[in-house]
Every structure is written in structure tokens, then in C-alpha cells.
């Protein structure tokens, strides 16, 4: 199994300022991930962090705007750039380990 | 991705077994089933996964239909920590193991 961990846990940003979001994991798991979750939503997946090279991003997520780096096989960042109040929402990611995907307890945005 | 159809809602009673539906009629034959819980305030969990047989663990029960249009997560007791959304993933084979997610069922349990 996996456990994973994010900082912070929550945050209140401005808008127009950036934030980092850390995801580490206490295994090496194969692949990892970074989804959002808006107020009362399912989860949409943002994009694949692939270890040493440009992040895989989903339709309608850019890496200007969500710049994601993984720099080894246990961790990752998301950077949430340029933020408005559209982007107030719980940040979540999660790694691969055989089948099952493990995910952090999320990151909960509110940007004003 | 195959898409899959879930009922928005569910209510059970304490103790009592709940069968979650889920509809996928146009699952290829690799796909394979997948589900995964949120708890409130939590990430999701894997529940369980199967591709044609059905499939017991300790948290539930899946059963796969023959023609794998469809399936049921089954809790056979359920409990208050139960209360979640459930949601029902196709993941192929040759797939990257990312999960999309569709709007889940949000399952209630009854005291």
C-alpha cells in the first residue's frame, strides 16, 4: 500500500499570487497524478506527473497555468498560477501502486 | 474511456446489505471494473475491481453481469462509516491507470 501526504493542508490566497502544492508518497509508485475536486463535484483529473520530464496535462488544463513537477518516484508539486476565484477548489493527488490509486487527503484552495 | 452510468442517489439502513447499480454497455473487452469511495472530507479509496468473475474482499462484493454491461457493488452489512460516494471507474488494459471519474452514486445510511 501507499500513504500520501500534501501541504498545506488548506490555504487563502490572493488573486493574481501563486501556490505550491506538495504531494509526497512513503512508496515508489508508478505513476502519480493531480485531480481537482470544485465545491460539491466529482473529480477531474488535471494531469499525469511523469518522473524526470513535462508533465501529461487532460484537455482544458495548461502548463502555464499548472505548472506540475516530479522530481523522483515518491514526490510531486502542482503550481497553481496566476490564481482567481475560479480556481478555489480542493487540489488532490494520488500514485499508482499495481491496481489500486492512492490518494492524499487533498488541498483545500480559496483564493479572494 | 467507456462511460459509465450511476443513480445520483441511495439510501440503505444501518445493518442492512446495499447493492450499488452501475451501467456500462459499451465496456470493450479489456476493461476492467473499478470502485472507489469518498469518504466526507477525504480522498477517495479503491473499493474493489474485477473484469468477468465476481469478486469478493473485505470491504464488498462485485458482481459482474455475463454480458459485463453492468455491475453491482454489493456492502453485505452496512455501517454508518459506509456513507459515502461511490463511484463505479472503467480502467482498460492498456490504460495509464488515471481514473475518470463520473458524478458517483452518494449513498446514505440510516441509523
Known amino acids: 500500500s501507499a500513504v500520501i501526504s500534501q501541504k498545506p493542508s488548506r490555504d487563502i490566497c490572493q488573486r493574481g499570487t501563486s501556490l505550491t502544492i506538495q504531494c509526497q508518497v512513503d512508496?515508489?509508485?508508478?505513476?502519480m497524478f493531480w485531480y481537482r475536486q470544485q465545491p460539491g463535484q466529482s473529480l477531474t483529473l488535471i494531469a499525469t506527473?511523469?518522473?524526470?520530464?513535462?508533465?501529461?496535462?487532460e484537455s482544458g488544463f495548461v502548463i502555464d497555468k499548472f505548472p506540475i513537477s516530479r522530481p523522483n518516484l515518491t514526490f510531486s508539486t502542482l503550481t497553481v498560477s496566476n490564481m482567481s476565484p475560479e480556481d478555489s477548489s480542493i487540489y488532490l493527488c494520488s500514485g499508482s501502486l499495481n491496481y489500486e490509486q492512492y490518494f492524499g487527503p487533498g488541498t483545500r484552495l480559496t483564493v479572494t | 474511456d467507456a462511460k459509465t452510468t450511476q443513480p445520483n442517489s441511495m439510501e440503505s439502513n444501518e445493518e442492512e446489505p446495499v447493492h450499488l447499480p452501475c451501467n456500462h454497455s459499451?465496456?470493450?473487452?479489456?476493461?476492467?471494473i473499478h470502485w472507489y469511495r469518498q469518504l466526507p472530507s477525504q480522498g477517495p479509496e479503491y473499493v474493489i475491481h474485477g473484469l468477468t468473475s465476481n469478486v469478493n474482499n473485505r470491504m464488498a462484493s462485485l458482481a459482474i453481469a455475463e454480458d459485463r454491461k453492468s455491475s453491482t457493488l454489493i456492502l453485505h452489512r452496512a455501517t454508518l462509516r459506509d456513507a459515502a460516494v461511490y463511484y463505479c471507474?472503467?480502467?482498460?488494459?492498456?490504460?495509464?491507470?488515471?481514473?475518470?471519474f463520473g458524478q458517483g452514486t452518494r449513498l446514505t445510511i440510516n441509523p
Open positions: 459499451t465496456i470493450s473487452g479489456t476493461d476492467y
Open positions: 512508496s515508489q509508485v508508478t505513476m
Open positions: 506527473a511523469n518522473q524526470g520530464s513535462e508533465a501529461t496535462y
Open positions: 471507474i472503467l480502467i482498460g488494459i492498456q490504460g495509464a491507470q488515471k481514473l475518470v
